[in-house]
């Protein structure tokens, strides 16, 4: 195994193990949903994937927690995993960062990406995913819905 490859695996282990510690925090949420976006520039085209996140809301803090998904673009699958962080007190916008796997018709490649988005329910986001062979920007929309699944009540804003 690589360097890459090890500090890419020890980041996710450690997002991972810290979240495990989250099921006694207030306010925890599955949030599931679909990704409808864009490639941007040479390789353009529709991406279409999905994604999950369990996030949980400290009182006076962020929401945050780890996120999972894939998707499919024009023969290639990619696999994310990172940890969100959402603004506090209102939950609008935020960002994720973590390690994409690239599996294509041509190549297998491991990256870092960093996705911006805003919005509560169906939001507006702008990723970049860094791999070896240069840079990949998408724009596009999640459609996600946020259950709660404690019995706490929501902080009151």
């Not at 006076?60 to 780890?66: A, C, S, W």
């Not at 599996?103 to 791999?131: D, K, M």
Request: glycine share 14%; no cysteine; net charge negative.
């Amino acid at each position: 195994m690589d360097r890459t490859m090890k500090t890419i695996t020890l980041l996710f282990a450690l997002l991972m193990f810290g979240a495990s510690g989250a099921s006694a925090q207030p306010n925890e949420f599955l949030n599931v949903g679909l990704r409808l976006g864009w490639m941007l520039g040479d390789t353009g085209g529709p991406i279409v994937g999905f994604e999950a996140s369990y996030t949980w809301l400290d009182s006076d803090t962020f929401t945050h927690g780890p996120v999972v998904g894939a998707d499919y673009h024009l023969g290639d699958v990619r696999i994310h995993a990172g940890y969100e962080l959402v603004a506090p007190r209102l939950p609008i916008g935020g960002i994720e960062v973590g390690p994409t796997l690239r599996v294509g018709r041509n190549a297998t490649e491991l990256g870092v990406h960093s996705t911006v988005f805003i919005g509560l329910y169906g939001y507006p986001y702008y990723s970049a995913t860094l791999y070896g062979s240069g840079v990949t920007q998408e724009v596009g929309a999640f459609l996600k819905l946020p259950v709660q699944i404690d019995d706490r009540p929501v902080v009151n804003f």
